[in-house]
């Protein structure tokens, strides 16, 4: 993913001197599922107004279409948003694909009721359609209903129960409104669909830090232990979370002897790890790091 | 109890928000008191300033888990006390996800009862984004609310915006300008630092 990125920032800066392949770049930000809706907005608009540029696209020009338009609508640029989707209309006029896109621009106006009436009309003769259902759940969240956004998410996934995009959304509205207990459920439900996914190791880790509690401390350190392995030691997150968890283990009150041995080596071999690394890489900041081992 | 806030961690505040537009962010305020009889009771110290005078960008996205906020709390409070004389952590900034949303929501809030076990005047500032929107106009009142507890504990609003002020009248203008070139780009936060440690959260060129 690393490399991915760094593709991208130099084709980005190749475009916006105006040297670079532009359709590279959009076809790039679509397969990385990128947000960078301005440079999208603007790059994708001057290369569809260009017509011997889109003549090149090919039968992707549609899917360039597509893209553009929602990044203009994440940038409030409504009426370009609606000459893409005016172009898609012309192209596909009973989709429900471009359909999904028209209660887009409703929703980007803040014309709710309009877009709700876009969405139920689509899911009368598509009840789950997936990408409807997740604009409700947008719809939802965009207009501070986040309880409304749980709901609509749980009912999501209850016809799509894999949809780990669903889990961690999820996961997240309930880690803003500090339902912590809900969040883990989220993550226990996210590991199981993807257990050797190290981000979902560690947040789990750090939701059972937060709730508390020396039982979840000690469940924390094993996760943050697994998200290490998992990122081949390299998660500063991770090697800090085990160090935090020993810390607190220690200091809670009704921990076992042989606990205590079992904690040492882990978060010792993480304290080293984090010492060398900043070292290596933020000398100026590593007697700030090593503060906090000391403890 | 007055409270100012310098151009530097005003404009570093906004900065960070507009780095991360949809996301939710927050950092640290850092500053010290000055006038009235020191860091003590709100209600005696009418006279005393709190100062604003830098903020430490914390996170964006996911606000509300424990592990790496106190990790930074005692970087920063580590930091302070031993390069900066006389500074410590006064407060903390938020800046809601979505463009309308007014509302202290309870991560803020936790984040701040916690400054204020260790500073009783502890505030919490939440960025005003239709303030923000429309900063030529805005002149000398900084795009942020500003929040302080009460007697009951309870964190509110201050009723006009002379309780809290900038330290620098030109603040407005050069964040303005600070947008208009794209300088959000390169504001580091803890998140960035703990995805890549050679980034730091001091934000050392960010004004240069």
Known sequence: MGEGITEVDRLEALVDEGVGDVARYLALIRKLKLRRSSKVAKHGMELLRNSSARAKLGADVWTVYEQVAIAALDCQCLTAAKECIGALLKKFPDSTRVGRLEGMWFEARGSWQQAEKVYASILEERPTDARILKRKIAMAKAQGNLMGAVDEMNKYLELFMADHECWKELADVYLSLQMYKQAAFCYEELILVQPANALFHLGYAEILYTIGGLENLKTAKKYYASAIELSGGKNMRALYGVCLCAAGINQAKGRNIKDEKENSTVHTLAADVIKREYRLKAPKKASLAACILEA | ?208
Not at chain 2, 7 to 22: N, P
Not at chain 2, 132 to 160: C, H, I, M, N
Not at chain 2, 183 to 190: I, Y
């Open chain 2, 1 to 208: 109890m007055k409270y100012q806030i310098s151009q530097t961690a005003y404009v570093k505040l906004a900065l960070h928000a507009l780095k991360h537009r949809s996301a939710a962010v927050n950092g640290i305020l850092v500053g010290r008191v000055s006038g009235g009889g020191g860091g003590g009771g709100a209600e005696e110290d009418s006279a005393a300033t709190v100062s604003i005078v830098d903020c430490v960008p914390l996170f964006h996205g996911q606000l509300g888990l424990l592990p790496m906020l106190e990790l930074a709390l005692t970087q920063i409070e580590e930091y302070f006390s031993s390069h900066q004389e006389g500074l410590s952590i006064v407060g903390c900034y938020h800046a809601n996800e979505r463009f309308d949303d007014y509302d202290l929501s309870g991560i803020p809030r936790k984040i701040g009862d916690h400054i204020a076990r260790y500073f009783s005047s502890a505030c919490v500032l939440l960025l005003d984004n239709r303030l923000l929107e429309s900063l030529a106009k805005a002149g000398k009142k900084p795009a942020v609310q500003l929040f302080t507890r009460d007697s009951s504990r309870g964190w509110r609003s201050a009723p006009g915006s002379s309780d809290l002020v900038l330290a620098e009248s030109t603040a407005n203008e050069i964040l303005y300008d600070y947008i208009l070139e794209g300088r959000e780009q390169s504001v580091t936060d803890f998140d960035d630092h703990l995805d890549d440690i050679s980034k730091d959260w001091l934000n050392p060129g960010l004004f240069d």
